[in-house]
């Protein structure tokens, strides 16, 4: 992958055409859309086609398929690259040989942010983009007129980015790479410090440390976790560093001594709860949300805290987050053939898996099977999170069927393949290890019956097996 060099100043003007190298990713091709949405040309590439190609060209953008030094164009005036890429990418070496700026896609973000008098940076190891859409969503529905960048399309909204009011942003903030820290927010929410991305960090301690210094950074607040332990140790260090300058500190949880509580939370049903509010004391809000899982119980909370802070009314709050309808490759429905449900969901870490494989089993019928689908995400996570990603699947679901590594910006590691996570099973009868798709579809198409539920898990390219899971599993149907 390329390494950015995030202390570089960021250019007062960008002139001329911006290029997106590697635009079909969720951020980036976001971004390019905001860029579209200033009045910029746009001009991109990518390996292979994907709707958000689709959508971006609907919009005006020229993308084309294939990295080339020629799609570089004479007119471009930045080059905005994803750290997906390697160093030897013709695009950005035709950039640096030109002389044209090229931009991490983080930074070409916060050139668009600079200057915002209320930027929102949620952050966290899990469940950002489900937060961002939350407080999006609200503002939206509270007629506030949000710039948004997000992981993920905002399904009521059908888009991951929007240019609105200039003052006002909320973005979802990176903390692989550590670029996160390039962002000069005025209120910061972090949802978790889950240990990850630690081929980048190195340690937890370097990994806490980073949130520690994005945290102190923002300008006005800080919202944070009261249930993770991760969180716990940023907030202490925020607390020790404290000298009456820094941003002020609300958390939120099911912990009694949460400044935001959610408590009564029932998923036998629509995701249902009450909040307790600081400023209403002794009366609670009923919540009722469209997306299931308690964790996004958890999330509402987090997300109600950051619109308190920007002034949304209490109620206005509360129906602003009951509208939210959730996000693209989150719990996402693709189909149902044969009486059998087909999911998607984007968890790649442990502790995301046990939250969507949870949130799947809250609405499965009485004697019905989950059957997933890993695939597991960088040979460094594999290595290191083998066994925990084992215990999550044998503990929630009925089937688990893994594929092979999906190795995004990482060269292969000899021995790291899928077979370490089957491996690692108590009960091998439970796994299947088939880095073949149309043997893994198969074979998921064998086990499953009329009423199980299906899930894809993997912010890969997972998604794409889809389309053979339903042909087999219609053809075991006949």
Same mark, same amino acid.
């Given at each position: ?219 006005? $607040? /800080? ?7 991760? %969180? *716990?140790?940023?907030? !202490?260090? #925020?607390? &020790?560093? +404290?000298? =009456? ?44 949300? $469209? /997306? ?7 999330? %509402? *909370?987090?997300?109600? !805290?950051? #619109?308190? &802070?920007? +002034?949304? =009314? ?165």
């Amino acid at each position: 992958m390329i390494k950015p060099d995030l202390s570089l100043p960021l250019p007062e003007t960008i002139d001329g055409t911006v290029h997106f190298a590697g635009v079909g990713g969720s951020g980036m091709s976001g971004i390019a859309k905001l860029f579209l949405d200033a009045g910029h040309r746009v001009t991109g590439s990518d390996r292979s086609e994907s709707r958000a190609i689709e959508a971006l060209r609907a919009a005006g953008a020229g993308i084309r398929i294939g990295h080339d030094a020629a799609n570089v164009g004479a007119d471009v005036g930045a080059l905005v690259y994803t750290g997906a890429l390697w160093p030897d990418n013709p695009e950005y070496l035709e950039a640096v040989r030109r002389g044209i700026p090229a931009l991490h896609r983080s930074q070409a973000l916060a050139w668009l942010t600079r200057g915002a008098r209320a930027l929102v940076a949620v952050a966290g190891a899990h469940g950002k983009t489900t937060s961002a859409g939350m407080i999006v969503t609200a503002l939206v529905e509270a007629g506030r007129n949000p710039s948004f960048v997000n992981g993920g399309v905002i399904r009521s909204l059908g888009t991951a980015a929007a240019l609105g009011d200039p003052d006002l942003w909320v973005i979802e903030a990176d903390e692989s790479d550590g670029s996160f820290l390039l962002y000069d927010a005025a209120i910061a929410l972090v949802t978790n410090v889950d240990p990850d991305h630690l081929d980048h960090y190195g340690s937890r301690q370097a990994f806490d440390a980073a949130f520690v210094d994005f945290a102190a950074k923002a300008s006005d $607040r /800080v919202v944070v976790s009261a249930d993770d332990p991760g %969180a *716990a140790r940023v907030r !202490a260090a #925020l607390g &020790a560093a +404290e000298d =009456g300058s820094g941003p002020r500190v609300a958390t939120f949880g099911e912990s009694t001594d949460a400044d935001v509580r959610v408590a009564g939370i029932r998923t036998d049903g629509p995701v249902s709860a009450v909040l307790h509010d600081p400023d209403l004391p002794g009366s609670p809000l009923p919540l009722r949300l $469209r /997306v299931p899982g308690r964790h996004n119980a958890i999330n %509402a *909370a987090g997300a109600y !805290a950051v #619109l308190r &802070a920007l +002034e949304v =009314g209490h109620d206005e709050a509360v129906a602003g987050l009951e509208a939210f309808e959730g996000t693209e490759r989150r719990f996402e429905l693709h189909e149902t053939v044969g009486g059998v449900r087909v999911y998607d969901d984007y968890a790649h870490h442990p502790t995301e898996v046990a939250a969507a494989l949870a949130q799947a089993r809250s609405v499965l019928p009485d004697g019905a099977r989950l059957i997933a689908v890993h695939q597991p995400h960088l040979y460094s996570r594999t290595r290191l999170m083998a066994g925990e990603f084992a215990e999550a699947y044998e503990r929630l679901a009925d089937h688990t069927v893994v594929l092979d590594v999906f190795g995004a910006r990482e060269d292969p590691e000899p021995g790291v393949t899928g077979a370490l996570v089957a491996d690692r099973f108590a009960d091998p009868s439970r796994v299947d290890y088939l880095p073949d798709w149309q043997q893994a579809a198969d074979r998921v198409a064998q086990l499953a019956r009329p009423g199980d539920l299906v899930m894809t898990l993997s912010c890969g390219d997972v998604y794409r097996i889809i389309p053979q899971l339903v042909a087999s599993i219609r053809a075991a149907a006949r």
